[in-house]
């Protein structure tokens, strides 16, 4: 089983800035990809960004040249630098991350943590 927790969530001006984290743990042999998603009121989940075990970045475009998504491997610890933050950007943020289990990867989700940006 892996369990991912994600932190860093909170309040904040517009203008302002957080950092979430992702920390894995459990049985994990490989993470592929890690990335993080959001969940606005009335609103479909969307992707905000993912970073593949390479290095490989993509951003959606409402977040790009703001936000940055960051990986440790050695610690499977995911992270998401968000600056210039706009109350647009509130939302529920839940990490996600694509790990090995014998036979497929298998996605896990954290429980998601909450970002609020006020005017």
């Known amino acids: 089983q892996v369990q991912l927790v994600e932190s860093g969530g909170g309040l904040v001006q517009a203008g302002g800035s957080l950092r979430l984290s992702c920390a894995a743990s459990g049985s994990i042999f490989e993470i592929h990809a890690m990335g993080w998603y959001r969940q606005a009121p009335g609103k479909q989940r969307e992707l905000v960004a993912v970073?593949?075990?390479?290095?490989?970045?993509n951003y959606a475009d409402s977040v790009k040249g703001r936000f940055t998504i960051s990986r440790d491997n050695a610690e499977n610890t995911g992270y998401l630098q968000m600056n210039s933050l706009k109350p647009e950007d509130t939302a529920v943020y839940f990490c996600n991350a694509d790990v090995w289990g014998g036979y497929s990867y298998v996605r896990y989700w954290g429980q998601g943590t909450q970002v609020t940006v006020s005017p």
């Open positions: 970073i593949t075990s390479g290095g490989n970045t």
